[in-house]
T-cell receptor, first 114, second 114 residues
Framework: NAGVTQTPKFRVLKTGQSMTLLCAQD?????MYWYRQDPGMGLRLIHY???????AKGEVPDGYNVSRLKKQNFLLGLESAAPSQTSVYFC?????????????FGPGTRLTVT | DQQVKQNSPSLSVQEGRISILNCDYT??????FLWYKKYPAEGPTFLIS?????DKNEDGRFTVFLNKSAKHLSLHIVPSQPGDSAVYFC?????????????FGAGTTVTVRA
């Protein structure tokens, strides 16, 4: 039981390049989330999904797209990376809504955009 | 506009003593509060939570206190141990309004000295 895994762990991109971050969970969770963490700030929700085939915007969705084609996977895409997207990205999953279900986090992906 | 604030970026405490972490919030709709713990190169893990109908919740060495009138909560760790050295995030949810969004504070780095 691996929990929540993220691929890759580190990535350096040049401005304008694109990439996809993969999140996978093996706990059969319905809800999945993508957060970013920047220095001096808490985790901020980018996009989330409440089930296979569904996605919705969080508080900082601009510049990102997501897809949830399979229940266990949640992909975060950057179509044209910008230096402002340099951050640590965390994926999380939960069995259901926040109350009472705990969110389980992956180890993070450190992305640098030059 | 950060709705959850942890005004102390760091805290150093001697092993065996009490650690007190503070968190303030501005949104009166928040009704569920959580603390997460994060080690380097890992994702946050759930530590303890409290509902707005309570003013205290205890789990072993960890106790969370909630003062709704002051919009303030605190986490007490007694006694502090070296393994408690980590970043602690306070988070809040307005579960009655939406069931997916957690608002996080910026975190407090705790260092437990031997």
């Amino acid at each position: 039981n691996a929990g929540v895994t993220q691929t890759p762990k580190f990535r350096v991109l040049k401005t304008g390049q694109s990439m996809t971050l993969l999140c996978a969970q093996d706990m059969n969770h319905e809800y999945m989330y993508w957060y970013r963490q920047d220095p001096g700030m808490g985790l901020r929700l980018i996009h989330y999904s409440v089930g296979e085939g569904t996605t919705a915007k969080g508080e900082v969705p601009d510049g990102y797209n997501v897809s949830r084609l399979k229940k266990q996977n949640f992909l975060l895409g950057l179509e044209s990376a910008a230096p402002s997207q340099t951050s640590v990205y965390f994926c999380a999953s939960s069995l259901g809504p926040i109350l009472p279900y705990e969110q389980y986090f992956g180890p993070g992906t450190r992305l640098t955009v030059t | 506009d950060q709705q959850v604030k942890q005004n102390s970026p760091s805290l150093s405490v001697q092993e065996g003593r009490i650690s007190i972490l503070n968190c303030d919030y501005t949104n009166s709709m928040f009704d569920y509060f959580l603390w997460y713990k994060k080690y380097p190169a890992e994702g946050p893990t759930f530590l303890i939570s409290i509902s707005s109908i309570k003013d205290k919740n205890e789990d072993g060495r960890f106790t969370v206190f909630l003062n709704k009138s002051a919009k303030h909560l605190s986490l007490h760790i007694v006694p502090s141990q070296p393994g408690d050295s980590a970043v602690y995030f306070c988070a809040a949810s307005a579960g009655r309004i939406n069931d997916y969004k957690l608002s996080f504070g910026a975190g407090t780095t705790v260092t437990v000295r031997a």
